[in-house]
């Protein structure tokens, strides 16, 4: 996903430009961090406050410069309006949040007005078309059939979106599908240029399991995997990015 993200950014905006980024339910702040020591200028929107001290935690161990690029704010994604100006930011990041919100649109309609003109709002969702292949590839088959009718929550979904963990814990995630979306990205003026499958070939691997030594291998072919047809489309996960108008 960080590859994917990166190459979005690199397509949509000037090398070198010191980007504003929010990134909404930064969890531990993977990315959030990964994209101040890029050399943008991050916050992070987070309300557990388990993950948030784990976030300060990681940003003390930074050099001053990227600590100093990077700022944390407890809060609620669907409180954007009150800590933020419309237009405030270059990128918005809602990554693993929307499968935690039973009326995902007002929140990504409050995270659009965020953006500025030609602004990336990058998505990271629950598949919910395809909500059958994991229960189904681990030989549940009642569970795969209960799910091929579903987006709701099902016992074998992760929901470990920042690779820190899970980002919610207690919660029930459901899914969304694509055509849903891609009416309301462009419904909200931040229509859907491009979208990536997330964990396509792995997503039966245990959350407790070692990295593979062929890492490298593995993500090359998720990375392939990701952006081609048919295979983005039974992907866990989808990566969705919309552009504001």
């Given at each position: 996903?960080?590859?994917?993200?990166?190459?979005?950014?690199?397509?949509?905006?000037p090398i070198?430009?010191?980007?504003?980024?929010?990134?909404?339910?930064?969890?531990?702040?993977?990315?959030?961090?990964?994209?101040?020591?890029?050399?943008?200028?991050?916050?992070?929107?987070?309300?557990?406050?388990?993950?948030?001290?784990a976030a300060r935690q990681a940003l003390d161990g930074e050099p001053e410069g990227i600590r100093e690029r990077m700022r944390i704010i407890e809060g609620d994604g669907r409180d954007t309006g009150v800590h933020f100006l419309p237009g405030s930011f270059d990128v918005v990041l809602c990554h693993?949040?929307?499968?935690?919100?039973?009326?995902?649109?007002?929140?990504?309609?409050?995270?659009?007005?965020m953006l500025a003109p030609g602004g990336l709002l990058s998505l990271l969702v629950r598949n919910g078309d395809a909500p059958a292949m994991r229960p189904g590839?681990?030989?549940?088959?009642?569970?795969?059939l209960a799910a091929f009718d579903t987006t709701a929550h099902l016992?074998?979904?992760?929901?470990?979106?920042?690779?820190?963990?899970?980002?919610?814990v207690g919660?029930?995630?459901?899914?969304?599908?694509?055509?849903?979306?891609?009416?309301?990205?462009?419904?909200?003026?931040?229509?859907?240029?491009?979208?990536?499958?997330?964990?396509?070939f792995c997503d039966t691997a245990l959350e407790c399991a070692e990295p593979p030594a062929d890492l490298g291998m593995l993500l090359a072919v998720e990375e392939r995997?990701?952006?081609?047809?048919?295979?983005?489309?039974?992907?866990?996960?989808l990566h969705l990015c919309g552009v504001r108008g």
């Amino acid at each position: 996903m960080a590859r994917q993200l990166d190459e979005q950014i690199a397509g949509r905006f000037p090398i070198g430009q010191r980007l504003r980024v929010l990134d909404v339910g930064m969890g531990r702040g993977t990315q959030a961090l990964r994209l101040a020591r890029a050399g943008h200028k991050v916050t992070g929107l987070e309300q557990d406050r388990v993950l948030i001290a784990a976030a300060r935690q990681a940003l003390d161990g930074e050099p001053e410069g990227i600590r100093e690029r990077m700022r944390i704010i407890e809060g609620d994604g669907r409180d954007t309006g009150v800590h933020f100006l419309p237009g405030s930011f270059d990128v918005v990041l809602c990554h693993g949040v929307l499968m935690h919100v039973e009326e995902p649109d007002p929140l990504l309609a409050g995270l659009a007005r965020m953006l500025a003109p030609g602004g990336l709002l990058s998505l990271l969702v629950r598949n919910g078309d395809a909500p059958a292949m994991r229960p189904g590839l681990c030989g549940d088959w009642a569970g795969a059939l209960a799910a091929f009718d579903t987006t709701a929550h099902l016992p074998h979904a992760r929901t470990d979106s920042d690779g820190g963990g899970p980002v919610r814990v207690g919660t029930e995630p459901r899914a969304d599908r694509l055509a849903q979306l891609t009416a309301t990205l462009a419904g909200i003026g931040a229509p859907l240029q491009s979208w990536y499958g997330v964990r396509v070939f792995c997503d039966t691997a245990l959350e407790c399991a070692e990295p593979p030594a062929d890492l490298g291998m593995l993500l090359a072919v998720e990375e392939r995997a990701g952006r081609t047809d048919p295979y983005r489309g039974v992907a866990a996960l989808l990566h969705l990015c919309g552009v504001r108008g």
